[in-house]
């Protein structure tokens, strides 16, 4: 099983090895290091997404090494990054946080496009798949079409909707969908929210309401806050992770399109601009392509050859 999961990780990473791991093989090795090597190096990471803190933070420690004479060749410096790479993760609790007595509410937010209403499908196949019963409470109700992609996925997985009409208030939906999963003794009620830009305070501030409406409903709620960020959408991700979490408080993020860009390493850039676990990520568009996120495989699959 173990095996298993590596490989589809290593799979939905294929472009991020093909990318930026093959930029950085072709760059170090068999090659001695020198000044100019590692400048290059450092520019190499920047453009790959990985962060201007963290590519110092990795850069400050290989020319310490190589000033002191600790480290000399090309393969050095590759196997250092791939080795603090690892550490660069604290120990944190990266499981999904559930109620101790149900309902367990779960909000998920994020900006259009960002593969919001997969990853609820996602979710939703893992939690059914734990043997938990799942609602879902269509929240987005500003989109056109909104509902119904969500209601689409819902038949698919046989899971219930509580929807509202369209236009209304999104609150509204929250507070009939939280009823509902304590009234029926739903185990998770998933959130769909519309998807926000960082930018529209009045679609926020809205956000906030629903968040409000679900704490004055079940205790504790929302229990698990996830922001659903686009791993194609590079730097831009960073803001919407410190926006998003000022408004809402969010509690772990899932990270999709993992398998479409070349550019894995805006994992390491989230870990080094914000204190979210990221906790899910999206390697593939199936409803079973979701993995818990573990740093230290993730970094394997990314420089496994």
Known sequence: MIRSVFTKIKGGLERTRQGFVSQLRSLLRGQRLSPELIS?????????????????????GIRTDFKSGHMSRGEDALEYLKRELKAMWPEADRRLRLAESSPTVILVTG???????????????????????VM??????????????????AERLGV??????????????????????????????????AGRLHTQDPLMRQ??????????????????????????????????????????????????????TAKGGIVVAVREATDIPVKFIGVGERPEDIQPFDPEQFIEAMFEE
């Open 40 to 60: 290059q190096l450092e520019t190499r990471l920047i453009e790959s997404d990985v962060g201007v803190h963290a590519t110092r933070r990795l850069i400050e």
């Open 111 to 133: 900006v259009n496009g960002a593969g919001k209403t997969t990853s609820i499908a996602k979710l939703c196949h893992a939690l059914k798949a734990d043997g938990r019963s």
């Open 136 to 153: 879902l409470g269509a929240c987005d109700t500003f989109r056109a079409g909104a509902v119904r992609q969500l209601e689409i996925w």
């Open 160 to 193: 219930p909707v509580i929807k509202g009409q369209q236009g209304g208030d999104p609150a509204a939906v929250a507070f009939d969908a939280c009823g509902a999963a304590k009234s029926r003794g739903v185990d998770v009620l998933i959130l769909d929210t």
């Open 207 to 260: 956000l906030t309401k629903i968040r409000s409406v679900a704490e004055k409903q079940i205790t504790g709620a929302p229990h698990e806050v996830l922001l659903v960020l686009d791993a194609t959408s590079g730097q831009n991700a960073l803001r919407q992770a410190e926006e998003f979490s000022k408004a809402v408080g969010v509690t772990g993020i899932f990270l999709t399109k993992l398998d479409g």
